[in-house]
């Protein structure tokens, strides 16, 4: 079955389309983790610099709880809890708060991803932030919104005119190679955001917010949900080599062909892309 025949599933158990049950999700995690936004959190290290907190297991609880309930058949992949596997080529990838760090330390910036892929290919894709409301959705071939409202990719094809967002992640060495790379741009682009949530990141990518994403290490629900809303935006999802991306692929780059053109160019033999 090919991306462009693919036919996505019917409805759930309670008569809910794929994206219905994503964005019931999304919400339903968001509420609980808005609600805990200023309340004591219990924080746990899964490495050195990578923490989890109980909001985030409470979230991915009531995620999978509902998602299990509407579509039992559907394998699962979710950031705090072991693999799910089934006979279903179709699997939930779930990241219940991703920007953790973020929202131990107070900073209102993180998101829920709620994702569905066929294979390795993201087919329907909801990125919530519930500090802001806002819900950021796609389906293969029907588009990307923001609360309803359609989204376009940035039209700069250029990286000196462009806004670039990235992350530096929990891979020390390849965190240093991208901030070498930022130097190695700097001063020849507008600007440069870190902001915490790569999720959220991709969003922005897909929303017109920044002009360029690029990661070098990302788990599949870190980029399952942008993969969707990148495409369905009118953009294109690489790895460093440039070649296309899907949900196994760790590097990102996102945003117009034009523009991760002029990207790939502009950092051609950089040790970032080769890391």
Same mark, same amino acid.
């Given at each position: 079955?090919?991306?462009?025949?693919?036919?996505?599933?019917?409805?759930?158990?309670?008569?809910?389309?794929? @994206?219905?049950?994503?964005?019931?999700?999304?919400?339903?995690?968001?509420?609980? +983790?808005?609600?805990?936004?200023?309340?004591?959190?219990?924080?746990?290290?899964?490495?050195?610099?990578?923490?989890?907190?109980?909001?985030?297991?409470?979230?991915? *609880?009531?995620?999978?709880?509902?998602?299990?309930?509407? =579509?039992?058949?559907?394998?699962?992949?979710?950031?705090?809890?072991?693999?799910?596997?089934?006979?279903?080529? =179709?699997?939930?990838?779930?990241?219940?708060?991703?920007?953790?760090?973020?929202?131990?330390?107070?900073?209102?910036?993180?998101?829920?991803?709620?994702?569905?892929?066929?294979?390795?290919?993201?087919?329907?894709?909801?990125?919530?932030?519930?500090?802001?409301?806002?819900?950021?959705?796609?389906?293969?071939?029907?588009?990307?919104? @923001?609360?309803?409202?359609?989204?376009?990719?940035?039209?700069?094809?250029?990286?000196?005119?462009?806004?670039?967002?990235?992350?530096?992640?929990?891979?020390?060495?390849?965190?240093?190679?991208?901030?070498?790379?930022?130097?190695?741009?700097?001063?020849?682009? +507008?600007? +440069?955001?870190?902001?915490?949530?790569?999720? @959220?990141?991709?969003?922005?990518?897909?929303?017109?917010?920044?002009?360029?994403? =690029?990661?070098?290490?990302?788990?599949?629900?870190?980029?399952?949900?942008?993969?969707?809303?990148?495409?369905?935006?009118?953009? +294109?999802?690489?790895? *460093?080599?440039?070649?296309?991306?899907?949900?196994?692929?760790?590097?990102?780059?996102?945003?117009?062909?034009?523009?991760?053109?002029?990207?790939?160019?502009?950092?051609?033999?950089?040790?970032?892309?080769?890391?």
């Amino acid at each position: 079955m090919t991306q462009a025949s693919l036919e996505l599933p019917h409805r759930s158990n309670s008569g809910k389309t794929a @994206l219905e049950v994503s964005v019931q999700a999304a919400r339903l995690a968001g509420g609980i +983790i808005k609600e805990r936004f200023n309340s004591i959190k219990e924080i746990n290290f899964k490495g050195v610099k990578d923490i989890v907190t109980d909001v985030d297991l409470a979230a991915e *609880k009531a995620i999978l709880g509902l998602l299990k309930e509407e =579509f039992p058949d559907f394998g699962v992949l979710a950031e705090e809890s072991e693999p799910l596997e089934t006979a279903s080529p =179709f699997t939930w990838v779930v990241d219940p708060l991703d920007g953790t760090r973020n929202y131990a330390a107070g900073v209102p910036h993180f998101c829920t991803v709620v994702a569905l892929s066929y294979g390795d290919t993201p087919v329907v894709g909801v990125t919530y932030d519930p500090m802001r409301d806002e819900m950021f959705t796609a389906e293969q071939g029907k588009g990307a919104f @923001l609360n309803g409202d359609k989204l376009e990719i940035s039209e700069n094809t250029e990286v000196k005119q462009a806004l670039l967002c990235c992350d530096l992640g929990y891979v020390d060495e390849k965190a240093g190679l991208a901030l070498d790379l930022i130097r190695s741009l700097w001063p020849d682009i +507008i600007s +440069i955001r870190l902001m915490g949530s790569s999720a @959220l990141g991709v969003a922005y990518a897909a929303a017109n917010r920044v002009d360029l994403y =690029f990661h070098h290490s990302l788990s599949p629900w870190d980029i399952a949900s942008g993969h969707v809303l990148i495409q369905e935006a009118g953009g +294109i999802i690489v790895d *460093k080599q440039g070649q296309p991306a899907n949900l196994r692929t760790p590097s990102v780059i996102a945003s117009n062909p034009q523009l991760v053109s002029d990207f790939l160019k502009r950092t051609n033999g950089h040790p970032w892309r080769s890391a």
